[in-house]
Every structure is written in C-alpha cells, then in structure tokens.
C-alpha cells in the first residue's frame, strides 16, 4: 500500500529556533498534502493544505507566516515552525492524496512529536 | 459550524465481545465517511470507507454502517482481542472538501 514518511520523528528545540519537518510519498505521487496537529487527547486539526507548485491553504486561525509550508515536488512537502515557542509544542501529521487513486483516499505519515523548551 | 462527535472518549470491553463506536454529525452532509485507528505516538491509519449512498461495509471483523436520517456512523469489531486497543477516529468528507476529524474514541479491549 501507500506509504507516506516523515522525519524527523521527534525534535526537541529551544524556544525562538525553527524547525522543519518534511513529508514524503514514497511509492505514489501527491499533488494535495495535508498537514496536521493534534494536541494530547485531542483529534486532529487541519492546519493547510499544500498544493505543488503553489502557495499552501491555510486553515483559519493558523498563521502562515509561523508555519511556512512548502510543496516542491510531487513527493515531498515540508513544514517550518518558524521561531518556535513552547505552546508550538505538539504531534505534528501530514498526509498525502494519491493523484492516480481515489479522491476520498488519504494516506498518513507517522507524524512529528515537536517539543520546545 | 461542522461538527463530528464520537459517543464517548473511552470504551472498555472484554475479549471477545463486539465493540460497538458511534460517530454522530450535525450541520454537515458528508459525501462519506471514513474510520481511522491510531496507536500512541502514531499517525493514523485507514480502516474503511463508506459514501453515504452505502448503508453498510465490512471487512474481515470490521463493520460500518452509515446511516444519513440518524446523521450517524456505527463502527463494529466483533471478536474483538486485546491487539484491538487503539483510539478509533471518525472522519467525514465531501467531494472537493477536506477531512472534519472527530476526537476519537480510545477502545480498551480486556483478556
């Protein structure tokens, strides 16, 4: 099946350092990524949308200038948390939507565990 | 707004038994609807998919059903074993639209 990497796995930084983290397709082409953050106990929240070859859509209350998205090629998209604090701190998911599949069929990564002191 | 709720935020049952998870909707008329499991630490995993012209899926012991008068999905694991415990997340969807997660439901199956 599908699958769908992400790396890091987890990252500690400090507080005003930015971090990126990239999402791979790995056996199938996405020109739609998606990228997540969950909070402990909490469901996952849609944060953009990253098309490639053009600028991310953003979910309202996510700003895009803290979390640059970038979707260079149809297997990678990579998200930057820009200068960030410890409420950045969470489980960070991207998705991928197969261009050849299904347009219901997402495929998930591993996700990001992101920790700032 | 949309909103997706899942009956409860933790389930216990014993081995063997079927779990029975309830995902209801409200000012929403997803195209269909999809469950997920994610284990801790985990991103998710697709289960199955149900459009909403289906009244039933199945796949070995999974089963769902949706059901558009009540606004609801039912998710089904009978003979349900211990490797069963994760957290069962509803989403829905429409043609062109993106995902609306529910907050999931933590199953706990007992030996």
């Known amino acids: 099946g599908a699958v769908v990497s992400q790396h890091p796995s987890w990252v500690i930084c400090k507080s005003g350092t930015s971090v990126k983290i990239e999402c791979r397709s790995l056996?199938?082409?996405?020109?739609?990524m998606f990228w997540y953050r969950q909070f402990p106990k909490q469901s996952l929240m849609l944060m953009a949308t990253?098309?490639?070859?053009?600028?991310?859509?953003?979910e309202q209350g996510v700003e895009k200038d803290k979390f640059l998205i970038n979707h260079a090629s149809l297997t990678l998209s990579t998200l930057t948390v820009t200068s960030a604090h410890p409420e950045d701190s969470s489980f960070y998911i991207c998705s991928a939507r197969d261009v050849g599949g299904a347009q219901e069929t997402q495929y998930f990564g591993p996700g990001t565990r992101l920790l700032v002191l | 707004s949309q909103k997706i709720e899942q009956n409860s935020e933790a389930l216990n049952i014993q081995e063997g038994k079927t779990a029975t998870l309830t995902c209801n909707y409200t000012?929403?008329?997803?195209?269909?609807l999809q469950w997920y499991r994610q284990d801790p630490g985990r991103g998710p995993v697709f289960l199955l998919l149900?459009?909403?012209?289906?009244k039933e899926k199945r796949k070995e012991r999974l089963k769902v059903t949706f059901d558009t008068t009540l606004k609801q999905s039912l998710f089904h694991i009978t003979a349900s074993q211990p490797a069963d415990s994760a957290t069962y997340l509803c989403?829905?969807?429409?043609?062109?639209?993106?995902?609306?997660f529910g907050p999931g439901t933590r199953l706990s199956v007992l030996p």
């Open positions: 990253s098309n490639e070859g053009s600028k991310a859509t953003y």
């Open positions: 989403a829905a969807g429409g043609y062109g639209q993106n995902f609306v």
């Open positions: 056996d199938f082409q996405a020109t739609t």
């Open positions: 000012n929403y008329s997803p195209a269909y």
């Open positions: 149900i459009r909403e012209n289906e």
